[in-house]
């Protein structure tokens, strides 16, 4: 027993570390440094001897850490910041948005059906690069939930990939192997069974997974974050302004929609709806309206309201401009506040922390008075707006009380253009091999934030500690696994319940195999394991060596019940706020939905 503790150690370890993160009780960050911290421990405290006599270094149970995947995923979510910074990819689902806004489900289907499609001969990861922005710009357009969209962006696009050589580099190190060995592999020999394994997937990628996610906290934390609050602000209308001009339609102006214009103050008298139709707007009309948070920020990025001269009436102490540095956030004015009962444009508040009014929340009717006349009550929430160091400065303030997790920058959507020209030029140097895709997603995150694009905050915020800490841990937990013998064991395991029975059994047990050891070691580490055992065991019992080969390709890619299976299922992790359970629940069926496809169909398409 005392050969094999290491063994037995890390087999516990690694058990009990996937059962914690399937139980969703525990912060994935506390599980993965608890796993990490007694994978040290043991090998630490305990040297493990590997082939040369050497102790297994410490150095590599933390190379997780320095990952170039790790790397280049926590890069990519900076990038992905960076346009949603700028709002770069705006015009792009509007556009979708004209064509499809009758049937936003059917729309991101067919997305999704072009992406697994073009996995197939683009390597997975560049794809989902290109669609979780596009794919989060709809849903945000749509109102979708997210959480229903993101994983089947990754499952579909990791199907799609085991359908030809090059959909996916697991496929390539596979074929390599297996050359070595004698079997020679074809650019399309793995499509047949690939095609059929990947439709069968697709169905329920599409259709089913959907519907797994409706359940009732993930609906209630949709709802929570969808919901806008309306806010009564005013809008000076500028010369350059693009309502300037537009008529009265039925008594209303539709081409504020969203906003919803609740008075038109024009020569100091106050105009109600419903309008005349012959009403036009003008330069200087003073627009009071009610709208959302995201309204009144769309306003200020496209340039409808003028810093210079914001809707509160006051002038600002200092210069100020729409940019990743200028945030809305909201304060409350608390009861006995010194600013109770003043109006907007006297209150001080705008002199005193260098900021502007642009909204009030309150939850009595509020009279069609010029906003800047409108008086504060305690517990009225203002929509505010000013540079980081401004609104930092109005903490521990007793009189208004900032909601400092509110704060969010105005997109600079003078830099959509840029954002889009470095995130583009990654995807193409990626996709081109020019240059290595870690390196092309670090010098991309670093322009993002030398040029303005987002600033450190927003890029450290985009940081996901969840991940880093996850991957950091299971690459120790997986070469742990490895150095201990533990795959191997498993391996052979596996083999030896075939018992050297039908050739169609053990091609089953071994695409069991796989797809388990898959989703705890990378897949490249699985398929190094499996290619030789599975050409082995076709020798052995007369079978073609082709098919075990291919089902060792197919297993292999089945990385789908866990975040750590596949590099694009941690790149949708933050988008889609999935939990390391959500996995489990939504890719062990898929999983066991393939073996099943495969176990019927293998005997009839290879003749086994």
């Known amino acids: ?172 190190i596979a074929a390599g192997i297996a050359s070595r060995e004698g079997v020679n592999l074809g650019f399309f020999d793995i499509t047949g069974m690939g095609a059929i394994l990947a439709g069968a997937g697709a169905v329920y990628v599409l259709f089913v997974m959907p519907r797994i996610f409706t359940r009732e906290r993930s609906q209630k934390r949709f709802e929570q974050e969808s919901a806008g609050t309306q806010f009564l602000g005013e809008v000076v209308l500028l010369g350059e302004s693009r309502y300037v001009g537009e008529r009265a339609r039925s008594g209303f102006f539709p081409v504020l929609t969203p906003m919803s214009l609740h008075a038109l103050v024009r020569d100091e008298k106050v105009l109600l709806p419903p309008y005349d139709d012959g009403l036009t707007l003008q330069p200087g009309d003073r627009l009071q309206m009610t709208g959302t948070r995201k309204g009144f920020m769309d306003l200020l990025a496209k340039g409808e309201i003028s810093l210079a001269a914001p809707p509160d009436g006051t002038l600002p102490t ?95 959507r003078d830099k959509a253009l840029l954002a889009s020209g470095i995130f583009a030029a990654i ?26 694009c987002l600033t450190l905050q927003q890029a450290a915020r985009a940081f996901d500690r969840q991940i880093y800490l996850l991957v950091g841990a299971s690459i120790a937990m997986a070469t742990a696994l490895q150095a201990t013998g533990g795959a191997q064991l498993i ?59 291919a089902a060792v390709i197919y297993a292999a890619n089945c990385s789908f019940a866990t975040p750590i299976g596949y590099q694009t299922n941690l790149m949708v992790m933050g988008p889609g706020h999935y939990s390391f359970g959500d996995f489990i629940r939504a890719g062990v069926p898929l999983i066991v939905l393939l073996t099943v496809v495969f176990a019927l169909t293998a005997p009839w398409y290879y003749g086994l």
């Not at 799609?160 to 050589?165: C, F, Q, S, Y």
């Not at 020798?539 to 082709?546: H, K, L, N, T």
């Open 427 to 452: 995807v193409i140097l990626s996709a081109t091999g020019i240059t290595p895709m870690v390196v092309n997603a670090v010098t991309g995150a670093l322009l993002m934030i030398l040029f303005g």
């Open 318 to 412: 200092s210069e100020r401009r729409v940019g990743a540095h200028y945030h809305l956030a909201e304060a409350v004015i608390t009861p006995g506040s010194l600013f109770e009962g003043r109006t907007v444009r006297f209150s001080g508040i705008q002199q005193r922390f260098n900021i502007a009014i642009f909204g009030v929340r309150r939850k009595s009717r509020m009279a069609r008075t010029p906003f800047s006349q409108l008086r504060f009550e305690a517990g009225d929430t203002l929509l505010i707006g000013g540079r980081e160091d401004d609104l930092r400065a109005m903490r521990g303030n007793h009189d208004i009380l900032l909601l400092e997790h509110s704060a969010e920058s105005v997109p600079p």
């Open 1 to 172: 027993m005392i050969e094999h503790f290491h063994l037995v150690a890390t087999m516990a370890i690694i058990v009990g570390t996937i059962g914690l993160y399937s139980l969703d009780r525990f912060p994935i960050e506390a599980v993965s440094l608890a796993a990490l911290g007694m994978l040290l421990v043991l090998f630490g405290a305990f040297p493990f001897t590997v082939e040369g006599g050497r102790p297994l270094p410490i150095e590599d149970m933390l190379a997780g850490f320095s990952s170039p995947a790790l790397v280049t995923v926590l890069a990519l979510l900076i990038v992905g910041q960076g346009l949603f910074a700028t709002d770069a990819l705006e015009g792009v689902t509007n556009r979708i948005g004209q064509f499809y806004g009758a049937n936003p489900r059917l729309l991101i289907i067919m997305i999704l059906a072009t992406c697994g499609m073009t996995s197939a001969f683009l390597n997975n990861t560049p794809v989902v690069v290109i669609f979780i922005p596009v794919l989060a710009s709809l849903a945000a357009r749509f109102r979708l939930p997210p959480y229903q969209i993101f994983m089947p962006l990754s499952f579909i696009t990791i199907l799609g990939g085991m359908t030809t050589m090059i959909g996916s580099s697991t496929n390539l």
């Open 491 to 549: 391996a052979e395991g596996i083999v030896a319940l075939g018992g050297g029975s039908s050739a169609w059994l053990m091609i089953v047990m071994l695409f069991v195999g796989v797809s388990i050891l898959t989703n705890v070691l990378s897949n490249n580490a699985a398929v190094a394991l499996f290619i030789p055992i599975g050409l082995s065991m076709a020798r052995q019992i007369g079978a073609p060596p082709e098919a075990f080969a």
